[in-house]
């Protein structure tokens, strides 16, 4: 078992920064992969952004250059560096954690990132 604790969200000015926390607790100690999804009121749940243990990423289109995903293994904690926001970024942001390559996955409660003026 895997318990996910997101925070950091809130409101934000367009243009504005917000940094996403999640930090992983339970069973698994070194989680081969973590990363972050949202759903925006209406819409299917995206990946934002995924980092594995060894540092790899991966990031939406809508995500790159703006977004920045990093962890740190010694804490199980995942980050979300949110830059450059926009009102379209305003959803639900989910935690994800896949303990091992072939295993089941988990999921945070989400934090609402609301991105308006």
């Known amino acids: 078992q895997v318990q996910l604790v997101e925070s950091g969200g809130g409101l934000v000015q367009p243009g504005g920064s917000l940094r996403l926390s999640c930090a992983a607790s339970?069973?698994?100690?070194?989680?081969?992969?973590m990363g972050w999804y949202r759903q925006a009121p209406g819409n299917e749940r995206e990946m934002v952004a995924q980092?594995?243990?060894?540092?790899?990423?991966n990031y939406a289109d809508s995500s790159k250059g703006r977004f920045t995903v990093s962890r740190d293994n010694a804490k199980n904690t995942v980050y979300l560096q949110l830059n450059s926001l926009k009102p379209e970024d305003t959803a639900v942001y989910y935690c994800?954690?896949?303990?091992?390559?072939?295993?089941?996955?988990?999921w945070g409660k989400g934090t609402l990132v609301t991105v308006s003026s």
């Open positions: 994800n954690a896949l303990p091992t390559l072939t295993g089941r996955d988990y």
């Open positions: 339970g069973s698994f100690s070194n989680i081969y992969k």
């Open positions: 980092i594995t243990k060894s540092g790899a990423t």
